[in-house]
């Protein structure tokens, strides 16, 4: 019988998914589940070991522990209504750096519109199970699964900036903003519920495990095929710098890089002028089609799209 | 600055509760926070270093982190409509175990009426972090402050089971029924539905923490007394043939002793036969007073009931 390790983190969830009875109205497979007609839930867990970059601090890694589960409920299009957190902290923690972990969720917390409405500490090693929970206030959610062909692809804001964050402190480059994406992430919890409430977006989804990830997934849930214009991907500070800098390509910053928060989505190519008038800004990056997986399109030549390694 | 090993779990929280903001009609400090009219939700973290004894398996253990979950709601009255697992878990865990603890978890969302929304699973020291929520459909939550002078007390069924069954590992006492109620607790769902749909419940909560912190509880958060009488708290299996071998005063195992998982109500003295015509099994052990503390009532003697050290 394997160990968990030779089998790997994401291909036991879907081995569990095998044999649960999952429960509520999407369920788990999108960011978040609908529970009864309004209440939204998601669950994430960051450690210690894998998501405490060099030069993080405590208050930003609990920011960071509340805003992927935030991000989650944006991509649905819900408003936050509270957030419970899970800690499992070594118990020779200096007392100060937990209470900043607690005070960086609180942080986080309020920037979305919500509190703390529970939690739990335990000595372990070094974790945090966030669950973010939300309404929808009517609103329809938004999943991975509609997207038709013709429908234009995009993206809330730039892209890259997290990776180009990590790159600087692996060659040791200053590059204050790039690291506050990498550290500070913002979930784009406003721009998910105008998003639903504009009746014009048929899918979304966070770019919590990369671009490349995230168009696969809207590919493989809606059937359908994307096209992605690279010139049309927008930049995040110091991506350019960076990929040249660490001898990469700009496009697998763009594409193959997690840790970004920004919302991907489509939108009805006839309505989604709608967009214009609310308050949330994007960038069209691609169209739609009748294929099943996305392809860059890069100086006239196509390439296929893969998942992040994020 | 001290580390939190040195400062412990309990005082952590508390010193936590002192800066962040709090979200939800009731909020942290009772069993479940309430979110909007409807929405129960709580989080209790279980380790394989606190909550794994021995003869314990990997299913077990996975039913133990959700009906912890589940017995926090059931406390409130609320009807569970999701549950979420993070597992945190070391990467050399044969993939079989981890199969178990998911498969024990969905085998008591099932029990609670419910199933699986959403988790997560990442490498880690063994945790299990879990999040049930639940809906209140109408009902007014059950809280920890309602009790009210005169109004008799009472508890869902037998105590000191658990306790047994783990003075039977130290002891190594066959005793099947004690370590069924240590292994596989059950959380009181239906009946605290029916308590909360009675109208002439006052106060309640949950015994996890033992049957001695849970009366003060429910005295300090209520800002009253409460007398029980020792020969009226009914006992678990083995309490006392375990109580005699281990050499302990049986009210010892009844009450300083946690992972008791039954509910402990006050209800108003003039209606609480209404209790009788509902299908919840339950054993009247004292009555409440203008006091501010509980006491226990022992062949006529009179002794402060204190706090658990579980």
Same mark, same amino acid.
């Given at each position: 019988?394997?160990?968990?390790s030779e089998i790997?983190?994401?291909?036991?969830?879907?081995?569990? *998914?095998?044999?649960?009875?999952?429960?509520?109205?999407? !369920?788990?497979?999108?960011?978040?589940?609908?529970?009864?007609?309004?209440?939204?839930?998601?669950? /994430?867990?960051?450690?210690?070991?894998?998501?405490?970059? =060099?030069?993080?601090?405590?208050?930003?890694?609990?920011?960071?522990?509340?805003?992927?589960?935030?991000?989650?409920?944006?991509?649905? #299009? =819900?408003?936050?209504?509270?957030?419970?957190?899970?800690?499992?902290?070594?118990?020779?923690?200096?007392?100060?750096a937990a209470y900043?972990? *607690?005070?960086?969720?609180?942080?986080?917390?309020?920037?979305?519109?919500?509190?703390?409405?529970?939690?739990?500490?335990?000595? #372990? &090693?070094?974790?945090?199970? !966030?669950? =973010?929970?939300?309404?929808?206030?009517?609103? $329809?959610?938004?999943?991975?699964?509609?997207?038709?062909?013709?429908?234009?692809?995009?993206?809330?804001?730039?892209?890259?900036?997290?990776?180009?964050?990590?790159?600087?402190? @692996?060659?040791?480059? @200053?590059? @204050?903003?790039?690291?506050? &994406?990498?550290?500070?992430?913002?979930?784009?919890?406003?721009?998910? *519920?105008?998003?639903?409430? &504009?009746?014009?977006?048929?899918?979304? *989804? /966070?770019?919590?495990? !990369?671009?490349?990830?995230?168009?696969?997934?809207?590919?493989?849930?809606?059937?359908?095929?994307?096209?992605?214009?690279?010139?049309?991907?927008?930049?995040?500070?110091?991506?350019?710098?960076?990929?040249? =800098?660490?001898?990469?390509?700009?496009?697998d910053l763009l594409?193959?890089?997690? #840790? @970004?928060?920004?919302?991907?989505?489509?939108?009805? $190519? /006839?309505?989604?002028? $709608?967009?214009?008038?609310?308050?949330?800004?994007?960038?069209?990056?691609?169209?739609?089609?009748?294929? /099943?997986?996305?392809?860059?399109?890069?100086?006239?030549?196509?390439?296929?799209?893969?998942?992040?390694?994020?």
């Amino acid at each position: 019988m394997p160990r968990i390790s030779e089998i790997g983190e994401r291909a036991l969830i879907e081995d569990f *998914m095998t044999f649960i009875r999952p429960e509520g109205l999407i !369920g788990p497979g999108d960011d978040a589940a609908v529970l009864g007609k309004d209440t939204v839930v998601t669950t /994430d867990i960051v450690t210690f070991d894998r998501h405490f970059p =060099a030069g993080m601090s405590y208050e930003q890694f609990g920011w960071y522990a509340a805003a992927v589960n935030f991000s989650d409920l944006a991509a649905m #299009g =819900a408003r936050p209504t509270g957030f419970l957190a899970a800690l499992a902290l070594p118990p020779d923690l200096e007392a100060q750096a937990a209470y900043d972990i *607690m005070s960086g969720i609180d942080q986080c917390c309020e920037f979305c519109g919500t509190g703390i409405a529970g939690g739990d500490t335990k000595f #372990g &090693s070094g974790i945090v199970a !966030g669950t =973010a929970i939300g309404s929808m206030d009517g609103r $329809k959610p938004m999943t991975r699964s509609g997207a038709n062909p013709g429908d234009i692809v995009a993206v809330t804001g730039p892209i890259g900036g997290p990776a180009a964050g990590f790159l600087s402190l @692996e060659l040791g480059v @200053e590059m @204050e903003d790039a690291r506050q &994406s990498l550290y500070v992430p913002v979930p784009r919890v406003a721009e998910g *519920m105008a998003l639903a409430s &504009s009746g014009v977006v048929t899918s979304c *989804m /966070d770019l919590s495990d !990369g671009l490349g990830t995230a168009l696969n997934g809207i590919c493989s849930h809606s059937h359908v095929g994307i096209d992605v214009e690279f010139d049309f991907i927008p930049r995040g500070e110091g991506v350019e710098e960076m990929a040249q =800098a660490s001898g990469r390509d700009v496009q697998d910053l763009l594409l193959y890089w997690g #840790g @970004e928060y920004e919302l991907l989505f489509t939108a009805d $190519k /006839d309505r989604f002028r $709608k967009l214009y008038e609310m308050e949330v800004e994007f960038s069209i990056i691609g169209m739609v089609h009748d294929g /099943d997986h996305p392809d860059l399109i890069r100086e006239g030549s196509r390439s296929r799209i893969g998942h992040g390694s994020y």
